[in-house]
């Protein structure tokens, strides 16, 4: 039974890794990888020297950290109101309304941001009904980052509320029954029972993150939702890995700078996970 797993990983997650030497070579395909010629360090230097550099890190870096700081306590927040609701048919309704932006498509959740806040969508309609001139807000580069997170915490904070609630379902009943009997309140009962029954799945998930900081979000409605003229905030890491690999055909640098990012999110993961096990005794490994 091990064997088609380990398979699975040498043929699609190892043996690809043969591939990377592009990010050392003057790559060329007519060529090959092995007759393409060395370049050593040369497409880093020229990535790290390149005017893109600190606007890349920049955007890559708020992105996450925005995400971090409003996307990963949301689900958490709404795990805990959840549980606090006694009438099973509205916690179901709810719970419900909040899963289901999940299965909507990146690309169908991109047109409706697009759709919603055009110069005549809904959200300038109602902002019109108040007398505040109409804009497009997708063209405005001060937006980006705010379109982007809130679409996000939208789409994701009822499926991630799932593994907090299975971790709330997992704590003692007893100790909730004690505190009762001892005069603690709802919020006292979430404050010393439930939040530290879940900090460690909290602390998990945390370190996961880390790992996928420098991934600068999804690539994916990143390209749906930007345009040439919000690049100076949207533009990320993994955005210009693709137009510098697949649109410009420049394979060498873009493995280069692929290569760069999963770096320092390799850093970064084992960083927090070191730390987390320092202070709570909690770690991936």
Known sequence: MLLPVILYYVIFMYLPMYGLQIAFKDFSPAKGIWGSAWVGFGHFTSFYESYYFWRLIRNTVLISVYELIFGFPAPILLALLLNEIRVRLFKNVVQSITYLPHFISVVVVSGMMIDFLSSDGIVNQLTGLFGIPSESFLIM?????????????????????????????????SLYEVAKSDGAGRFRQ?????????MPTIM????????TLMAGGSMEKILLLYNSTTYETADVISTFVYRRGLLQMD??????????????????????????????NTSLW
């Open 204 to 211: 998990i998930m945390l370190i996961l993150r880390f790992g």
């Open 141 to 173: 580069p001060e937006w980006f980052r705010s379109i982007y997170v809130a679409s996000g915490i939208w789409q994701g904070v009822g499926w991630g509320s799932i593994i907090y609630l299975a971790a709330i379902a997992g704590i003692d009943p």
């Open 190 to 198: 979430i404050w010393h029972i439930t939040i530290p029954g879940i």
């Open 251 to 280: 394979y060498g640098f873009s493995a280069a700078i692929g290569l760069f990012n999963n770096v320092l999110n390799f850093i970064l993961l084992v960083s927090a996970n070191k730390f987390s096990r320092k202070i709570n």
